[in-house]
């Protein structure tokens, strides 16, 4: 807002229009803070999980690593990811992708020359590199609604701290200042009428 203000009743009849949509606004930024902040707990809370569930499987898998080297089974290359699906969704503003599917490349595996354990193996690997999938959009998920959240946190600060108290002030400087013109010109209204009074009682 410029530090300047016309003191005038255009200019105050503006501000009082400008100050009623920052009334309106806070609130809307005030609700939308509050959401994109349960939103992010929320996926900070599901990455946790996803991270904590593969290292879990990690762990129970270090024997199957020790193993898969001993028969030389490329395991990975058995795992290869085709293409994600996923969405858009909208939340408070923020354009967000939702995992729908992964898909992996179809590749025959040969029953007869490769161990029982494959088929248990493939499927732990394929939920492992579906977890650290999930975690790479959740991350990125979560960076765009950090920077929407502070966005909305500073729109809020400045409506609240800048705008809105900036505002009212010019209207109360406004104000006072009009109510002081008018006084005057009230009075000077009252000192032409007792000189005019004073003029005809002299004539």
Not at 72 to 84: F, I, Q, W
Request: one cysteine or more; a negative charge.
């Amino acid at each position: 807002m410029a530090d300047k203000i016309l003191m005038n009743k255009n200019t105050l009849a503006a501000l009082k229009v400008e100050l009623k949509e920052y009334h309106t606004a806070l609130p809307v930024f005030e609700m939308k803070e509050q959401k994109l902040k349960e939103v992010v707990q929320a996926t900070e809370n599901k990455i946790a999980r996803l991270k904590q569930a593969i290292d879990e499987t990690n762990e129970q898998t270090k024997e199957w690593v020790a193993v898969m080297a001993e028969e030389n089974v490329a395991l990975p290359e058995l795992a290869k990811v085709d293409r994600v699906v996923t969405e858009t969704k909208e939340i408070a503003g923020v354009s967000i992708k939702v995992f729908e599917d992964i898909v992996f490349e179809d590749d025959e595996v040969d029953l007869f020359n490769t161990p029982l354990w494959i088929d248990r193996a493939l499927d732990v690997i394929r939920e492992q590199k579906t977890n650290r999938t999930l975690v790479e959009i959740e991350n990125s998920n979560l960076k765009l609604l950090w920077e929407e959240l502070a966005e909305a946190r500073r729109m809020k600060n400045a409506l609240k701290e800048v705008f809105i108290p900036e505002t009212q002030e010019n209207i109360r400087k406004i104000e006072i200042y009009l109510g002081d013109v008018e006084r005057l010109a009230i009075g000077c209204a009252k000192l032409v009428k007792k000189k005019k009074e004073g003029k005809k009682a002299t004539v």
